[in-house]
């Protein structure tokens, strides 16, 4: 117990000097942000481009237009994504898909990363666990992405704030 306990500090801390330099290099955190949004942009583009994320709404997913497109799926084996969006060859897009929210990685990695629902990217498109190995990773990284969303972002306002940091005696 002690010895996980003390494995547990040292990465605490570790971490703590690498993000924030111990409160007192708090900028930082502004480059470990940048590269956890950058990275997580560029996962969620490799998803998406392999057909493996999904709207994520009841109405479009019970609309004739995205049933059509996982029956072409099922009979041709294209993703339902490419034939809805009309990236599948020979596919005009369904004219639901003119009004959906448009994905962008960079705006679903920010709304995935800030922990405010401000954008809407992550209510409107989730990545499907069922479609293949891409979509698998994007939903079991999501959480450890906001978690690390929350984390950074609450000890960042605690370091700005003075909070937490250095000592000033």
Known sequence: MRLAL???????SKLSRLVFGYGYKPIRALW???GIVALTALLYAQVYATGQMAPNS??????ADWLAAMRV????????LHVW????EGYDPAPSYE???????????????????AIGQETAWA???????????????RLPIQISGWVITAVGAAVLTGLVGRDKD
Do not use: C, M, N
Request: aromatic share 14%; charged share 15%; glycine share 10%.
């Open 73 to 80: 799926h099922e009979a041709a084996g294209l993703q339902p």
């Open 6 to 12: 003390a494995a547990s500090r040292f990465g605490v």
């Open 58 to 63: 009841d109405v479009v997913l019970t609309s």
């Open 127 to 141: 990545p499907s666990k069922e479609r293949g190995i891409w979509g698998a990773v994007g939903y079991w990284a």
């Open 85 to 88: 969006t009309g990236v599948a």
């Open 32 to 34: 470990t942000v940048a």
């Open 99 to 117: 009004d959906y929210e448009t994905f962008s990685a960079f705006l679903y990695a920010v709304d995935l990363f800030v922990p405010l629902d």
